[in-house]
């Protein structure tokens, strides 16, 4: 029987599954640098915990093109069933709107790396995929299979079109410039 890991240590798990998967892929390290791991580290019972725990989890540079995007890591023991379908609470609402303001505020792409169970044999997510937080509607703290199985992609197809970010990435939005005073 597998060991018992708690929620923290498979989420902990999955985190490094994610960079594993992104170390493998052929080319990856010589076109992007890996330039944040943030630690989610907080006190649950008097709610403290750094500003950093508001932003995604990693976040990486191409290192030609200076194109950043951020990946929000959740593994979820299962998906849950709600109606006759398969639900998926990603976040809290204000968690979302947290990483929203990030996405916005910093003009990273933010998507959502998610991963479903574990199978102790091959060290891996049952299910695994990504999509954009901009796949994910506002109102919604969850999503729903398999609408969302469509609009994501698996880990792979990702880091193959992390070998082209200039088709795939939104550009970077360009800091407006503040009017200098004529003389």
């Known amino acids: 029987a597998p060991p018992q890991q708690s929620k923290k240590e498979l989420g902990d798990r999955y985190e490094e599954y ?3 998967t992104f170390y493998a892929e052929e080319g990856f390290q010589d076109a992007w640098e890996f330039t944040e791991w943030r630690g989610d580290k907080f006190i649950h019972d008097i709610s403290v915990y750094t500003v950093t725990n508001k932003y995604p989890d990693l976040v990486f540079t191409h290192i030609k093109t200076g194109t950043v995007f951020a990946l929000e890591c959740k593994w979820r023991r299962a998906w849950e069933r709600v109606q006759g379908r398969e639900k998926l609470t990603i976040a809290p ?3 979302l709107k947290e990483y929203r303001t990030y996405q916005e505020e910093q003009g990273v792409q933010i998507f959502l790396s ?3 169970g574990w199978d102790f044999l091959t060290d891996s997510p049952q299910e695994e995929f990504i999509i954009p937080l901009d796949a994910v509607g506002t109102k919604y703290d969850s999503i729903f299979s398999p609408y969302e199985k469509k609009v994501g ?4 197809q990702f880091c193959s079109r992390l070998k082209t970010p200039e088709h795939y990435f939104h550009p970077r939005p360009t800091p407006k410039s503040t009017p200098t005073p004529e003389e």
Request: glycine share 8%; aromatic share 8%.
């Open 18 to 20: 994610v960079v594993r």
């Open 93 to 95: 609402h204000w968690k």
């Open 114 to 116: 998610l991963g479903i």
């Open 153 to 156: 992609i698996s880990l792979s």
